[in-house]
């Protein structure tokens, strides 16, 4: 049920990984890996994926069906977003994105409402000091950042011509 392949040099999993349908842990930290396979989606039992210090660039669309994941590290990667499909883990309790290259989080992350820990920092994320209260309260840190996505949303759309609005619709 656990499988540990931390620190092995690792460049690619092989689709292969989906007949390990029992799997509830896989530990791949301090690795090379830039890309996860579809077939993660496939572990239908996974509870904990800890993806640490490898060079992953961006996520497949399918991690959104892991539907029991409770823990994915993330930290020390090449992440500059997330799939919006992130925020319908709908267990995850702990979230670590720390040291990547992420502006933004999905708006959609106000699904996550299990989310007991979250960690952002060393990315290039807007911040502004009222940020910083939210440190201790994941929720409101989704909070906060949807709040700012809508915001610069509603900012655009009064930038634009009657003519782009109706073009718009």
Known sequence: KFLYLSHNE???LPS???QLSELE???LNGNQLTVLPKAISKLAQLRVLILSNNQLRKLPLEIGKLSELEMIYLNDNRLTSLPPTICELSRLKRLFLSN???TT???ECYKLSRLEKM???ENPLPLDKEWFKLIEEPDKIINYFTQQQLNQGFKKER???PTEVFDKW
Do not use: K
Request: hydrophobic share 50%; charged share 5%.
């Open 25 to 27: 842990s896989l530990y």
């Open 105 to 107: 989080l999905p708006t």
């Open 100 to 102: 990547n290259q992420l």
């Open 16 to 18: 292969q990984i989906a």
């Open 119 to 121: 960690t952002i920092f």
């Open 159 to 161: 930038r634009m011509s």
């Open 10 to 12: 690792i460049t690619a």
